[in-house]
């Protein structure tokens, strides 16, 4: 049966509207296939994205945590929006949503308060430092920056507050110190000067001079390096015993015996004290018990009733003693220096036997177990 010219027509426009959808289709599926593999890239990309975000959070976090630095945000009406850690010695749940001026002290509110306008209105940065009396006084060094949306406009502030009490309390520190040093500078010029003097009233010679105020002068440095090593706060009785005397207890056959308690001095205390006990063992060096070789010194010392500390020195096995004619020095630096500088009370004996020595130093030149270790 043959077809007519308009079958064959029907026939092939037909065959042709199929072959088009059959593309349209397969143009649909690869479209498809591209749209779900473009939105796997993007579920990829925003999982990698999300896992950096929480590794820079968790390092952002870390930071803060071992830092004391609180990174906080506030909206124009300056309210807070968070907070990265309790600050202003407040936990957070009391700043969130807070003003500056609903948490904070009148005396630190208005600077920051002032500073945080400012940034609003300029846009520019800010850095200032707050005291704040909270249990004793937190001070901190504040930076403030505009926050902007998408659009540049100002929509709130960002910033960072650093505790830096522990800095302010070591400036204080140093200052103090400073003061400290230039008064002791001033007393140590004044006690090398009158020991200069009497030094050349007494020497006769020259070279007689230089050695004895070159002793004296060595004498000072050592109590003074005990000094430096405790940075000022004071010096253990024992140790600046040992500082003069050394040479005496660390022999073989040890000619000096030191014995007492734990005592720790006031630093122009171990100053004056460390003068006398060089005089002392000067002088038992030349005319006393450590001229000889069985000659004995004992130094020992005790805690009094009125908080104060008796240190004995006494001589054993040397030649015999008799009362000097005149006092020199030595004796000056033993008995007058220690009772003005230290206001000690101080006996001299010349025993047949060995010189005697009793100095008491007043507790008010001594320091308390707690003082040595609050310092």
């Keep these: ?40 890239r993007l579920d990829e990309c925003l999982d990698q994205h ?4 929480g590794l820079i959070e968790a390092r952002f976090q870390t930071a803060l945590h071992g830092a004391r630095v609180c990174v906080f945000s506030q909206d124009c009406a300056l309210h807070y929006d968070y907070v990265s ?22 005396s630190a509110c208005a600077p920051i308060v002032a500073a945080k306008r400012e940034v609003l209105a300029t846009g520019e940065p800010r850095d200032l430092e707050i005291s704040i009396e909270r249990d004793g006084i937190i001070w901190y060094d504040v930076h403030i920056e505009a ?33 400290e040093l230039t008064h002791r500078s001033k007393n140590l010029l004044a006690v090398i000067q009158a020991m200069a003097r009497q030094t050349a009233k007494h020497a006769g010679t020259t070279e007689r001079f230089l050695a004895r105020f070159g002793a004296r002068l060595q004498a000072l440095a050592r109590s003074h390096d005990l000094l430096v090593q405790e940075s000022w706060y004071g010096a253990s009785l024992y140790d600046l015993v ?4 050394g040479h005496y207890i660390e022999r073989d056959n040890p000619q000096v015996a030191v014995d007492g308690p734990t ?8 100053q004056s004290l460390g003068l006398a006990l060089h005089e002392l063992a000067t002088n038992a060096a030349k005319y006393g018990a450590l001229s000889r070789a069985r000659g004995r010194v004992a130094i020992g010392w005790q805690v009094q009733a009125d908080g104060g500390v008796a240190l004995h020195w006494i001589e054993s096995k040397g030649p015999k003693v008799a009362s000097p004619m005149r006092r020199g020095f030595g004796s000056l630096v033993i008995e007058h220096n220690l ?37």
């Design 263 to 270: 005592v720790r001095l006031k630093p122009e205390a171990a």
């Design 147 to 179: 926050m902007r949306d998408p659009a540049g406009r100002i929509a709130g502030l960002t910033g960072a507050a650093i505790d830096i009490t522990g800095r302010k309390e070591s400036e204080a520190h140093l200052r103090l110190l400073m003061r």
């Design 1 to 40: 049966m043959s077809m007519t010219r308009d079958e064959e027509s029907s026939e092939v426009v037909g065959a042709e509207a199929m072959q088009l959808l059959a593309q349209e289709q397969a143009a649909h599926a690869k479209t498809r296939q591209e749209l779900i593999d473009i939105q796997r």
């Design 339 to 375: 009772v003005r500088a230290i206001e000690a009370d101080v006996e001299l004996a010349f025993e047949p036997d060995g010189l005697r020595c009793r100095i008491t130093i007043p507790a008010s030149q001594l320091l308390e177990a707690r003082d040595a270790l609050e310092r």
């Design 85 to 106: 850690k309790p600050l202003f010695g407040l936990p957070t749940d009391a700043i969130l949503g807070n003003a500056d001026e609903d948490i904070l002290p009148a």
């Design 242 to 245: 040992r500082s003069q005397l």
């Design 50 to 53: 999300k896992r950096d975000i």
